[in-house]
């Protein structure tokens, strides 16, 4: 299962109840950003092994930044956590 907080163009707040529903995540992201070529399985499980006690039961916030000639820079944080993911897509 995955919680999703909040969505709309730009923004996306989800929340895994746990490490296990990393593909499931990876999955409903790509059918929401299908426009953002980002390999969400890799950050995921990156964000998962870095985070003190894993990202499960935390929100995680991304958050879209387009250019005008279409480049897009994502940006992955997890909540509490001072860490970010900066991604060119």
């Not at 895994?16 to 426009?35: F, G, M, Q």
């Not at 990202?55 to 279409?70: A, E, F, T, V």
């Amino acid at each position: 299962m995955v919680i999703i907080h909040s969505i709309d163009d730009n923004f996306i707040s989800i929340e895994l109840p746990s490490s296990s529903c990393i593909n499931l995540a990876s999955t409903v992201l790509s059918k929401i950003k299908e426009d953002v070529y980002v390999d969400w399985t890799f950050i995921l499980e990156e964000l998962n092994e870095t985070v003190q006690e894993g990202i499960s039961g935390k929100r995680i916030n991304i958050h879209i930044m387009k250019d005008s000639n279409r480049d897009s820079l994502v940006i992955v944080s997890v909540e509490e956590y001072d860490l970010v993911a900066v991604i060119p897509s």
